[in-house]
């Protein structure tokens, strides 16, 4: 069975010791010609339960070499698939992948950018006026439970958050950088800061009163796995921690193809209490395609608009759990601390449904994922969207 608690040692054992070369009698499966072939890919390695308090020994014993802080490997590029297949070998190595870039989920489409102008009506915001009614009506309010989401935590892993905006003020914090040349938790590029509004900003927030932990995996240019591996388990050992279970993490990231890593650490996440609410892509393709969307323990979401259309990017199928709005949404932005701007994705629909999750916990309590999962379709509307591939959708309602 997985254990994700040894990865976490594993990383955090490679940062501390100074590599003294051991000489126990580990049954070395790769031979030192293999190992210093060994030079610059990165590898996602997970091991199993019991080689936890042999793996540093071991793999720097039958490796002879010196592993860098928190990359677990290096792998000649010359013959990729030879060397991943002998690190497999390692004794209590449980899976091995290579570490590709991961991109975000806002779509390509220029933004609008609207700089000093926070919207102080509870009208103007589409997105908010429309998931507190089931049938399409826009009333030109929103309405929430006065909870708002009191005491929940959700971790947006993403580019960064401008944490001095006003949107967010008392509410958030940083939990850790984990992506390569990230200086500390800012945000280059807007992405994060703008699903963070989305979740829990004071204007543009869904859940307006929970808490936001920043947990940064990107930088300007996206990430690759390696950093939302680490990130993902940081929030586990963060939960594990804390003393308020009511965790959620958006994950606002997708990749190109499954990946086995990604799709086992969501699954730890939800098995450990951690609800995870993950994008379905924009791709205009089946969401089973990508992860963290096709994994069935995460809350995925597809994007709509105004009207209760489907976006024509977002990803659709049977992997989708909701739709949510996720065209023209207006919500905090970089610039500065006033700073707001619209995007497209179903990275701003996802976190519409983070949001629901918070107010929910903050109205009935919390419950285990897979309940929370059910609590939410069964809040929401059925089959007012076209969902390809399937024959039933659903779309986001607050509790009321
Ligand atoms: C080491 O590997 C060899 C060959 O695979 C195997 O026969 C032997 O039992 C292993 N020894 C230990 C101690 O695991
Ligand atoms: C921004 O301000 C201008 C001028 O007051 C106004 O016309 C526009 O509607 C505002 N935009 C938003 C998104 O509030
Ligand atoms: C929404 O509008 C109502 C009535 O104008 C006002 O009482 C309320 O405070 C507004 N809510 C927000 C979140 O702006
Ligand atoms: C969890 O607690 C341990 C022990 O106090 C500490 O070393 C570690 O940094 C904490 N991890 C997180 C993610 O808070
Ligand atoms: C994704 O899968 C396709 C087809 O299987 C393959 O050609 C491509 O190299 C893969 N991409 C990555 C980043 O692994
Ligand atoms: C998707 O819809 C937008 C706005 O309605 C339109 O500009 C764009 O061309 C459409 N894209 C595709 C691929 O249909
Ligand atoms: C942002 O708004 C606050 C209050 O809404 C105001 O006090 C402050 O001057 C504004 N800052 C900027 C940079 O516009
Ligand atoms: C939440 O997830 C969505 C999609 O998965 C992503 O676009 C957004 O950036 C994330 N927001 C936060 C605050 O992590
Ligand atoms: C969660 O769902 C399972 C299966 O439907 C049920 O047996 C269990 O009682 C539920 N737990 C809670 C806390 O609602
Ligand atoms: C539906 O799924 C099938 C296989 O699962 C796939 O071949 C087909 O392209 C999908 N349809 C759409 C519209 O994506
Ligand atoms: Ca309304």
């Given at each position: ?41 990165k590898?996602i ?25 928190f990359d677990p ?26 570490s ?124 690759d796995l390696l950093a939302a591996t680490k ?170």
């Amino acid at each position: 069975m997985l254990n994700i608690y040894k990865v976490i040692l594993f990383f955090t054992i490679i940062c501390l010791i100074v590599i003294p070369i051991y000489s126990e009698n580990f049954n070395c499966s790769i031979t030192k010609a293999e190992a210093t072939s060994i030079t610059t890919e990165k590898f996602i390695v997970i091991l199993d339960k019991n080689a936890a308090n042999n793996h540093f020994n071991m793999l720097s014993t039958c490796l002879e070499k010196k592993v860098n802080n928190f990359d677990p490997f290096a792998i000649s590029q010359e013959e990729p698939n030879k060397d991943e297949n002998e690190l497999k070998k390692v004794e209590g190595v449980q899976l091995v992948e290579k570490s590709f870039k991961i991109y975000l989920t806002r779509s390509m489409t220029t933004p609008t950018l609207e700089k000093n102008n926070l919207t102080k009506s509870n009208t103007s915001l589409y997105n908010l006026d429309r998931i507190d009614t089931g049938k399409r009506k826009y009333d030109g309010f929103y309405t929430y439970p006065t909870n708002a989401g009191r005491a929940v935590n959700a971790y947006v892993m993403d580019t960064g958050i401008r944490m001095t905006h006003h949107e967010f003020k008392g509410r958030i914090k940083l939990g850790g950088v984990f992506c390569n040349k990230c200086a500390n938790g800012n945000d280059e590029f807007g992405h994060g800061t703008h699903v963070a509004g989305i979740i829990a900003g004071t204007t543009y927030g869904v859940a307006k009163l929970a808490n936001i932990i920043n947990v940064r995996i990107m930088g300007k240019h996206g990430g690759d796995l390696l950093a939302a591996t680490k990130g993902i388990n940081y929030v586990i050992n963060a939960h594990k921690n804390a003393t308020n279970k009511n965790s959620i993490i958006n994950m606002s990231f997708t990749t190109t193809n499954y990946s086995d890593a990604l799709a086992a650490l969501v699954k730890e996440c939800t098995d450990n209490g951690i609800h995870v609410v993950a994008a379905a892509g924009n791709d205009h393709k089946d969401a089973c395609l990508v992860t963290p969307a096709a994994v069935p323990s995460a809350i995925t979401v597809a994007a709509s608009d105004k009207l209760d259309k489907r976006a024509n990017f977002s990803n659709y199928g049977p992997c989708v759990d909701i739709y949510a709005p996720g065209v023209k949404i207006l919500s905090a932005f970089t610039s500065n601390d006033n700073d707001s701007a619209i995007h497209d994705g179903t990275s701003m629909s996802t976190p519409h449904v983070v949001g629901t999750v918070a107010l929910y916990i903050s109205t009935y309590g919390n419950l285990p994922p897979s309940n929370m999962s059910d609590a939410i379709i069964s809040l929401a509307t059925k089959n007012i969207i076209k969902n390809p591939n399937s024959t039933v959708s659903y779309f986001l309602r607050v509790p009321h």
